[in-house]
């Protein structure tokens, strides 16, 4: 049994307009999702800016509300449960985000920082506290003497510690990462990626991770679905789709991700324009009248595309 | 062999912080020649930007000391005039920048930013500027120029602004353009468009290419040759060849192996021990590199690290190279230097 | 976006409502009524008060009243004045056109000091004429208007005796001659000078701040690269981005010097809108006080109008279709 199912999830926003500045449209942020995450698995959910999927991952701690679907986390659909019936879930579902010089309140300490979401939920002695935010300091390879040191006097990799070590305290099921390492260069992006992973086998963790980063995600995700315009347009184990992409969109994708063997050059160019041309052609294969992907049909077992 | 169009000789910038002057850029010596990319590669704080905008001598000049020599087309331009300057900037090079949303000024229609260029450098009249703005949009690939013509920045998209911004670089022709993270702010498949399109427009134009990026992968796509520079010194140049399959210098391998690719799936990446070193406070007598890889003996460092040309054209600075073995990661334990 | 301005007319009728029951209510919460006076007169007896009362309608429930005063204002007649005898309008009519002029003429001032003297100190920040510019504004925050006014009127009108010390024209000149336009300028100098060395500051240091804010920028900094002069840098580029939210906020400044002339023109005994208040407030004549306090909202909330209209034409990001 899945420990997060989504279920035909839309999150759709009002556009108003006109005198009365009544609701002429929507912008269909999210429209029909459905994909399911196992216990103790990475699920990587991929797109380009405006694909839905960071509004898809902030849905579920309910940072936007879903205008239709399910949530089920356990069993229970949060999507029903109001801001404050969420309050136990909180704590099981965490959230790291993307920018770590943002995300972090410049006027408060560390201390204070990491032991905000503690402090919601359990009653605990100065000393029990410090004593905890040390021991997740250690975890995030931070030193203790940090605690009460400000945001700004850390690097962007650090940051990003600090946020992940006050996803943490509360002992949480699922972390929503939400871009956790596309601010960051990419030696500081491996230190994040492999703490990541040490940190899930430790603590027994399951992972959202959203990005747009095709070889982050390949290298960090078991699983992953991908994301065009509010669909999913294919979802799978990652190897799968790398290997044998079905929808045009992912090809394409794929076919952009530069290659870091310089003699692919030419191949690469030639097979962008041929998917390129395939997307032209064979447009109606892929999306309906309206330009909306299909309904994902399964091809096998784990691997399923919108086609028609 | 192509003839350089710049050539750059131990240029040093520097910065003023609380009164004193440190080096940013640190004697970079490089050439760059006709229809030839030439990839800058680093991270955030490696000098990398403050060498494009040096060549553009774009930075606070109350600030800011260059030293050394920039020649474009034999003439130092470090020396010149702000106003002799300006007949260079925008007509012999252009500059792409980063984040198009915010290079591009929000109050003035996409036509007449670019228009703008050819004001202060040709003598087209009103209509022909116009004509040659719509040429411009259309050599970018803006679907409807002359409607785009007419548009803000905001109601643009990403990658539609980053075309917008290339064309401003390209109105008079430059013969060098340098791009500095063209390509960071935007998705995947938009940048695969923006690499080709910068691409095609130096077949046309033969112009030299200077590419900014932290981006090693668009480097390997793209680039002619490569400098990799670390602590705003450069520590390895070559072709893109040597670069990608001979990698010498530590810090150049180091960077190659911690991307996360098919390989790596699932496994632990290698990260490089510590931080970039901030200009403030660096050790500038002694390899720059060496607290990074602290498993290597120091007699392997030379005293004052000098570039050595291994094989032709491909330049390592350091001895330690020669010594250099990635250290063996214990699964589990977190092993990132970080105190 | 006429629909735009239409919209934001319906928005502002709950708005002055509000603002009308609040004025009503503080109006009667005043100690004593018009009445008050004459019932201190021992030859008027109370019952002859009390019919009066009731005559003038005081007598009877609030709501009545402010139903009587409400839909007498929306036809556009804000009652009787207790004390000048004659209908409320009249009274704000004579004076309102001399509080246009001065309001419009410390404007134009106000931008007239802040406009050179923001670019000057914002382009050569840090320089010996930035420095002299933010001295003036620390002066300028720390001088209370009141206070300066005095002094401006005692050293350029009783010392020196370059300007006149009160009213709005000079009795000698003839309505309507060039005299006596003349005149009226000569009047309202004074004052209108008073308020804008004062009211400036606020606009020299915001102007400053915004030119040193886009001289970073990165769209300046595409601008250099196009090799472009810097005089044309700050004429295309800075200077526009720069101005637009002190454009913006024009209508805001209105609103403050409405508030501002209530003081000045007391002190400069100037008769406009705001010396009749004063003196109103004086007399008890609330309905004239009510009509001003109306007044006065009205054109608080038509400036703030202003500036989003004069945004939405200036800055394309916001404008509205």
């Known amino acids: 049994m899945g420990l997060l199912k989504i279920d035909d999830l839309k999150v759709h926003f009002p556009i108003r307009g006109g005198f009365f500045r009544t609701i002429v449209d929507y912008v269909k942020a999210v429209d029909g999702v459905s994909f399911e995450l196992n216990e103790g698995e990475t699920y990587g959910l991929v797109g380009e800016s405006g694909s839905g999927k960071s509004t898809t991952g902030k849905a579920v701690v309910k940072l936007n509300d879903a205008t239709s679907g399910r949530i089920l986390f356990e069993g229970q659909d949060l999507s029903k449960l109001s801001f404050g019936q969420m309050k136990p879930f909180r704590k099981d579902i965490q959230m790291i985000f993307q920018d770590p010089y943002s995300s972090l309140n410049p006027k408060k300490r560390v201390v204070d920082i990491i032991a905000e979401p503690l402090r919601n939920y359990e009653r605990l002695s100065v000393g029990e506290e410090k004593k905890m935010i040390q021991k997740y300091l250690d975890k995030v390879g931070l030193s203790p003497d940090s605690m009460y040191k400000y945001p700004h006097e850390f690097s962007g990799g650090q940051r990003q510690r600090i946020g992940i070590a006050r996803a943490l305290t509360l002992k949480p099921k699922l972390i929503i990462a939400d871009e956790p390492v596309s601010a960051l260069d990419v030696s500081v992006q491996a230190q994040v990626l492999n703490f990541l992973q040490d940190l899930q086998e430790e603590f027994k963790l399951t992972y959202l991770f959203i990005g747009h980063d095709l070889g982050v995600i390949r290298h960090i995700c078991d699983r992953m679905g991908v994301m065009y315009r509010g669909r999913l347009v294919e979802e799978g184990i990652s190897e799968e789709i790398y290997e044998n992409p079905q929808h045009i969109y992912t090809k394409r994708l794929i076919a952009s991700i530069p290659d870091l063997n310089h003699e692919m050059r030419e191949k690469k160019t030639n097979l962008r324009k041929r998917v390129a041309k395939e997307y032209e052609q064979n447009h109606s294969k892929y999306f309906d009248d309206l330009g909306r992907a299909y309904d994902l049909k399964p091809i096998s077992n784990t691997h399923r595309v919108a086609l028609r | ?339 | ?321």
């Open chain 3, 1 to 321: 976006m006429w629909k735009f301005i239409l919209r934001r007319f319906f928005v502002m009728i709950p708005q002055l409502f509000i603002l009308s029951l609040i004025v009503f209510a503080l109006a009667k919460q005043m100690p004593g009524d018009a009445l008050t006076g004459i019932s201190m007169d021992p030859r008027i007896s109370p019952e002859r008060i009390y019919e009066l009362r009731e005559k003038a309608g005081l007598n009877d429930p609030w709501y009545e009243q402010y139903g009587r005063w409400i839909s007498g204002i929306i036809h556009g007649d804000f009652g009787k004045s207790y004390t000048h005898k004659i209908p409320v309008t009249e009274v704000i009519a004579e004076r309102i056109w001399n509080t246009v002029f001065l309001a419009l003429i410390t404007l134009i001032l106000t931008y007239l000091f802040a406009i050179p003297m923001g670019i000057l100190s914002g382009r050569y920040n840090d320089t010996w004429i930035d420095k002299i510019v933010t001295g003036y504004n620390y002066l300028g925050f720390a001088t209370p208007l009141f206070i300066f006014a005095l002094i401006m009127l005692f050293v350029f009108g009783f010392s020196v005796g370059w300007f006149p010390t009160g009213g709005s024209v000079s009795s000698k000149v003839d309505a309507q001659t060039f005299e006596y336009y003349v005149s009226k300028l000569h009047h309202v100098i004074l004052p209108a000078l008073s308020t804008a060395l004062i009211a400036t500051v606020g606009t020299v240091q915001y102007l400053r701040n915004e030119i040193i804010d886009n001289k970073f920028k990165d769209y300046t900094r595409t601008a250099r690269s196009k090799g472009i002069p810097d005089n044309k840098i700050y004429t295309r580029h800075i200077l526009r981005n720069s101005l637009l939210p002190i454009a913006a906020f024009l209508g805001y400044e209105i609103t403050g010097l409405v508030g501002g002339t209530v003081i000045i023109e007391t002190i400069f005994s100037y008769p406009g809108v705001g010396q009749l208040f004063i003196s109103s407030i004086g007399l008890r004549d609330f309905s004239v006080v009510t009509a001003i306090v109306m007044m006065l909202g009205f054109a608080t909330l038509l400036g703030t109008l202003l500036s989003d209209i004069i945004l939405s034409l200036v800055d394309p990001r916001v404008r509205v279709e």
């Open chain 2, 1 to 339: 062999m192509e003839k350089p169009i710049l050539q750059i000789e131990n240029l040093t910038t520097s910065f003023k912080i609380k009164d004193k002057y440190y080096m940013a850029v640190d004697h970079v010596s490089f050439s760059v020649s006709e229809n030839e990319i030439v990839a800058v590669v680093g991270e955030s704080g490696c000098g990398k930007s403050a060498l494009a905008l040096s060549i553009m001598r774009l930075h606070n000049n109350q600030r800011t000391k260059i030293e050394g020599e920039i020649k474009y087309r034999e003439r130092n331009i470090v020396t010149i005039s702000e106003g002799q300057m300006n007949q260079i900037r925008g007509k012999e090079i252009g500059i792409i920048f980063q984040e198009p949303l915010t290079a591009l000024n929000p109050l003035m229609t996409v036509g007449d930013q670019i228009e703008e260029n050819l004001t202060f450098h040709t003598k087209l009249s009103k209509e022909k500027k116009r004509l040659r703005t719509i040429e411009l949009l259309t050599q970018v690939g803006i679907p409807s120029p002359t409607r785009t013509y007419d548009q803000f920045p905001h109601e643009l998209s990403g990658g539609m602004r980053q075309r917008v911004m290339i064309s401003i670089a390209i109105a008079c022709n430059p013969s060098l353009v340098i791009a500095d993270e063209p390509t960071t702010a935007l998705d995947v498949t938009i940048q695969a468009q923006i690499l080709e399109l910068l691409k095609s427009i130096q077949k046309e134009t033969k112009m030299g290419i200077i590419l900014i990026t932290h981006d090693l992968s668009v480097v390997a796509e793209v680039a002619d040759r490569v400098i990799v520079m670390y602590a705003g010194q450069v520590v390895e140049m070559g072709t893109v060849k040597q670069i990608f399959t001979k990698p010498l210098h530590p810090y150049t391998r180091s960077l190659l192996k911690s991307i996360p690719s098919q390989a790596t799936n699932k496994k632990r990446l290698h990260v490089i021990d510590g931080m970039v070193p901030s200009i403030v406070n660096m050790n500038r007598e002694s390899c720059r590199f060496s607290p990074r890889i602290p498993w290597i003996p120091c007699n392997a460092h030379e005293e004052s690290p000098e570039l050595h040309e291994v094989a032709p054209d491909h330049w390592v600075r350091c001895t330690c190279y020669k010594h250099f073995y990635f250290k063996g990661l214990q699964r589990g334990e977190i092993t990132n230097g970080i105190t």
